[in-house]
């Protein structure tokens, strides 16, 4: 079946440093490939896709590439903000077993931002 | 439209009582997801449909669990004899239905069960 592996948390950082959250993929087919965000007291939010091999999604600064010969995903930015502190999850898309186009997320990483 | 909405945000109940949850997802969305989320886990998919039609079903809905999307708009799902395992968020999300089209999801409703 599909899983998703994402590093474990929580990831303490201070402001301005560079951030990687790593995250890799089992599917039996080729999936959409996206990161969530869960800020504090709110619901999650799609914070960027990809949806083919060597895709590269991006939003507010973040950036993950779509990399099938290693199956991976890893989120990248170069300079965090206190206000990036939240957790996120690695996710993929399928449309089987999660349910057409429904989602098997990671456990998800724990982001703090130091001032 | 405002997204998509869950009532309540939280509830406490004592084992071995029902529970219902409601959600209303974007109302031109035909597609609506349950999903389960327990501390320090990532989203389990629960269920899905596809306007009236429920398509599919995780083995982790047990027979205790029921889930109805009557005229394809809004969803309820029961929880009958509430064990202190079902205590979780419970996540509803909506979307078009377009392959790698992203879910939108309600901020979810918090069952306690005590």
């Known amino acids: 079946g599909n899983s998703v592996t994402q590093m474990e948390g929580p990831v303490t950082l201070s402001e301005e440093a560079f951030l990687t959250i790593n995250c890799t993929y089992t599917?039996?087919?080729?999936?959409?490939l996206f990161w969530y965000v869960q800020y504090p007291g709110e619901g999650l939010q799609l914070l960027l896709k990809a949806t083919k091999a060597d895709d590269k999604g991006s939003n507010k600064g973040f950036e993950a590439t779509y990399r099938k010969e290693t199956t991976s995903f890893h989120l990248e930015k170069g300079s965090v903000q206190v206000s990036d502190s939240a957790v996120y999850f690695c996710?993929?898309?399928?449309?089987?077993?999660?349910?057409?186009?429904?989602?098997?997320f990671g456990k998800g990483t724990h982001l703090i931002i130091q001032p | 439209d405002t997204g998509v909405s869950q009532n309540p945000r939280h509830k406490i109940t004592k084992r071995g009582q029902n529970v219902t949850f409601r959600c209303d997802p974007i109302s031109e969305h035909n597609r609506l997801y349950w999903y389960r989320q327990t501390l320090g886990q990532g989203p389990e998919f629960l269920t899905y449909f596809q306007n009236e039609a429920q398509l599919e079903k995780s083995r982790l809905l047990s027979d205790r669990f029921s889930a109805e999307r009557p005229k394809g708009s809004f969803s309820t799902l029961e929880i009958q004899r509430t064990e202190q395992g079902d205590s979780a968020m419970y996540l509803c999300a909506s979307s078009l239905g377009v392959r790698g089209e992203k879910l939108f999801f309600g901020s979810g409703t918090q069952l306690s069960v005590l």
């Open positions: 996710a993929l898309s399928e449309g089987s077993g999660g349910g057409a186009d429904g989602l098997t």
């Open positions: 599917a039996t087919g080729y999936p959409s």
